[in-house]
T-cell receptor, first 112, second 115 residues
Framework: SQTIHQWPATLVQPVGSPLSLECTVE??????LYWYRQAAGRGLQLLFY??????ISSEVPQNLSASRPQDRQFILSSKKLLLSDSGFYLC???????????FGEGSRLTVL | AQSVSQHNHHVILSEAASLELGCNYS??????LFWYVQYPGQHLQLLLK??????LVKGIKGFEAEFIKSKFSFNLRKPSVQWSDTAEYFC?????????????FGKGTHLIIQP
């Protein structure tokens, strides 16, 4: 069965510092992968998705970027964090049926 | 592009009360519909889904949802809630057939069940 690992689980960073959140997927090959951000009262906002190595689609303009260096690895990055980047970041991959998503346990980022 | 609206951001109920959480979507074509749940301290997990067929779908832990095409709605229901149902609930949609661009989520409903 599929598992999604996210690292780190919790992160506190100062404004202006860089960011790297990692997502690795096991139990599936060539998956579509997604980064969502969950902010209080705002639901889940799709940030990026990737259909394969080196292929990234961005849904909203922002201070973040994503990369897919390997089939099962999806990385969310920033060169300089803003206060507004604080939130709960969720990585997702394909679920058991077409269109369904399976989520990792998330990374909570606090920018001070 | 599709959108999802959840009517209530916060709902407080007593144990054994009946639950109905509203969800409406906006999309011109056929859709797949989902309810996800996030229990405190846990990751987001699938509660139930509708792809086609019987518009009344049953999920885990006694939850069900009814797809009403004419109303663009997919409301979540449970006849008798338990304290353990305290969680955040998200409705989501994507076009039928999936597609690569993921799910569109509503803003969520925070449900608190008082013992």
């Amino acid at each position: 069965s599929q598992t999604i690992h996210q690292w780190p689980a919790t992160l506190v960073q100062p404004v202006g510092s860089p960011l790297s959140l990692e997502c690795t997927v096991e139990g599936t090959s060539n998956p579509n992968l997604y980064w969502y951000r969950q902010a209080a009262g705002r639901g889940l906002q799709l940030l990026f998705y990737s259909v394969g190595i080196g292929q990234i689609s961005s849904e909203v303009p922002q201070n973040l970027s994503a990369s897919r260096p390997q089939d099962r690895q999806f990385i969310l990055s920033s060169k300089k964090l803003l206060l507004s980047d604080s939130g709960f970041y969720l990585c997702a991959g394909p679920g058991s049926a077409a269109g369904e998503l399976f989520f990792g346990e998330g990374s909570r980022l606090t920018v001070l | 592009a599709q959108s999802v609206s959840q009517h209530n951001h916060h709902v407080i109920l007593s144990e054994a009360a009946s639950l109905e959480l509203g969800c409406n979507y906006s999309y011109g074509g056929t859709v797949n519909l989902f309810w996800y749940v996030q229990y405190p301290g846990q990751h987001l997990q699938l509660l139930l889904k509708y792809f086609s067929g019987d518009p009344l779908v049953k999920g885990i832990k006694g939850f069900e949802a009814e797809f009403i095409k004419s109303k663009f709605s997919f409301n979540l229901r449970k006849p008798s809630v338990q304290w353990s149902d305290t969680a955040e609930y998200f409705c989501a949609v994507n076009p039928s057939g999936g597609g690569a661009d993921g799910l569109t989520f509503g803003k969520g409903t925070h449900l608190i069940i008082q013992p």
